[in-house]
């Protein structure tokens, strides 16, 4: 079965928020590892989380809601969506 390699830019929902605490937050959610750092303007950082999942119906919509339940998460944008055969 093919798996999802999916990119999500998730922004702070304040620019005070602290992106290491942020990141933190993330990893303990959703278990990922490959977070980057993405300087966006005037000193605000938004994350590119990366992730591989399965490629079935709701996988997708399930990561998203679990970066939207963090409270300093405030938007999220679907970067990139590749199928591979990982």
Do not use: C, H, W
């Given at each position: 079965m093919a798996n999802v390699m999916i990119t999500i830019r998730v922004m702070p929902a304040d620019s005070n928020i602290d992106v290491e605490k942020l990141i933190d937050q993330i990893k303990?959610?959703?278990?990922?590892?490959?977070?980057?750092?993405?300087?966006?303007a005037f000193g605000l950082v938004a994350l590119k989380v990366?992730?591989?999942?399965?490629?079935?119906?709701?996988?997708?919509?399930?990561?998203?809601?679990?970066?939207?339940?963090?409270?300093?998460?405030?938007?999220?944008?679907?970067?990139?969506?590749?199928?591979?055969?990982?």
């Amino acid at each position: 079965m093919a798996n999802v390699m999916i990119t999500i830019r998730v922004m702070p929902a304040d620019s005070n928020i602290d992106v290491e605490k942020l990141i933190d937050q993330i990893k303990e959610k959703t278990g990922e590892e490959k977070i980057e750092k993405e300087p966006i303007a005037f000193g605000l950082v938004a994350l590119k989380v990366t992730t591989l999942l399965e490629d079935k119906e709701g996988e997708i919509e399930k990561f998203e809601n679990a970066l939207k339940s963090i409270e300093d998460v405030g938007e999220i944008e679907t970067v990139n969506i590749s199928r591979t055969y990982i």
